[in-house]
């Protein structure tokens, strides 16, 4: 597999080679992206009729990237007479500087092709290419290339254009060019995205952030998001890094929705360029402490989108809150349900969660009170729909069998809900993180109804169902021949009891019973979960346990992050400190952006974390895990109008400093250095 390059400026993305070559693949996207949209599908630079070799690459930066090139196969002693630098940077637009180096010391001609080309491909069509529906067309102008896809009212365009001369014809262009004695020629390429309304109107020319911008405005727009966040000091140089590179990665894919108008953060590249009810929610969770203005957006969004009927193509019921939201071909012809789709049963739970999350950090009862009826159907469904067999917990079961999804909890693969002797169990299918978020979000919902709404007898009785469904959990959960929770309930009722991560959710929503803690915290730290990197998603042991299965064993940074808050919040302060320190560790390897998810290989087996091969790299809950776990390692917790800060920094971290912490104290700081051995145990 050829290693890719990306950049980036909101869920507009570019990936190519490492020589700036874009070609059709069928196993991953490459090529020039916006809103869900291929609008280049081929961009191959070739010199004299020869493909360009890598000489070297600048990749620093999210939105820019400079290729170093020479012509020809590479050899033991390469003594080129010509070179080509070719500087990208994307922003709403893609815009590449094109120069050709002659090194020699007469005037030298060349041939400059660069083969162009669109096939307007949905992002769901990547892995199974069909006949468009639609009809492509090539119009070659002076210097410029105008590619356009339609089908009856879908219309989108990727405009090409050169400030050098040109002959343009329907697959590219043609430079004939004459380079003096070491001197350069050059040309600036620009691709500009169009996507227009039955009516002809770009509706990009109408939202002011997703329109073009040079690398000057991004660049400065980057800056001012870092520096609003709070200041990290600290003797640790994999958390240092990590959390600067999460911080320019949270900026970077930050993107502007074209129905509502409002800047949200995309969830990752390549495969989830816009919002997700589930993945927007707990990155908005864990940037809080560091960001809270990018929450208000996204929660807004989502209840403004909140499900009204029921729609079995979208998996739509009254109260829900979506999974996905799309803006592609498929999409707007209901081939795919995700216009918005509403699959998901974790998304309404959550909803609940962040709303008094957030609360709680900044003070901002007004979204709360202009919220109150979301929250109340959001509540509701969980009673209602969500609770499909009568049995006081939340199930899921697709009313949508054929594009719908079946697994609709956050490990949402086709295996990722495996009895510990690898049988999958039919549906509909309880996994046990469900009911811990719905517990949670019912104690929340109690507090926003005593505080804000104005409705203890409401409040009284979400506390009351919350205890109640808190010692049925305990009752029907519990795998007595383990020592774990079951990682969901099947439809009869028994247990499906594979040994999973989600214990640690269960943790962070507090439904586990304290007498059991102790034996959770062991099973998540223990060898069969705990690679040494992280957290498996499933232990070692279990049937199907697999180091490189997406759900079935590998590591994912935001639910060790999730983890690790659990078992902050039942007092196992030196077990979350070892997870967040083996994370931080595993994040050196990645550069200091940790992907998506990574092999769930034994530490002492590899000197570095395996790369999972399809791991959507950047990804918003990957880049917001620094920032939780700098939250647990330093204690911080709202209480009132005050913040709560109680350090327990892992041996060997040194010293850590947080400054400048936002919320409705106004802005704090924080201190924490690492325990020595003698100290007395501190925060249990």
Known sequence: MKERVRILDGNTFLVSDRVGDIEPSVDFPTGMFSFDTRFLSTWLLKLDGQRLHELSLDDTESYQTRFFLVPGEPTHYLDAKASVIRERSIGGSLDEQLSVFNHTRAEVGFTVRIEMGADFADLFEIKDLQHKKGRVTAIPGVNELRLAYQRETFRREAMISSTAPAEVDERGMTFRIRVGPQSEWNTRLRVVPVIRSSRGQDFRAVLPIAGLRDVEAIRSEQREFVERAPKLGCDCGPLAGAYRRSLDDLSALRYESISLGVRLVAAGLPWFMTLFGRDSIFTSLQVLPFLPELVPPTITLLAGLQGTRLDDFRDEEPGKILHELRYGETSGFEEQPHSPYYGAADSTPLFVILLDEYERWTGDDQLVRRLETSVRAALAWIDSYGDLLGTGYVWYHSRNPGTGLENQCWKDSWDGIPYRDGRLPGFPRATCELQGYAYDAKLRGARLARTFFDDPEYADRLEREAAELKARFNRDFWVADGGYYALALDADGAQVDGLSSNLGHLLWSGIVDESRAPQVAEHLLSPELFSGWGIRTLATGQARYNPIGYHVGTVWPFDNSFIAWGLWRYGFRSEAGRLAEAVLSASRHFGGRLPEAFAGYPRELTDYPVEY????????????????????????????????????????????????????????????????????????
């Open 613 to 684: 091969p399809t791991a959507c790299s950047p990804q918003a809950w990957s880049a917001g895990t620094p920032l939780l776990l700098l939250r647990v390692m330093l204690g911080l917790q709202p209480q009132g109008e005050h913040l709560i800060i109680d350090p327990a920094v892992p041996e060997g971290m040194g010293r850590i400093e947080l400054l400048d912490i936002p919320g409705r104290w106004g802005r704090v700081d924080a201190l924490g250095r690492s325990r020595s051995p003698r100290d007395p145990d501190r925060g249990h």
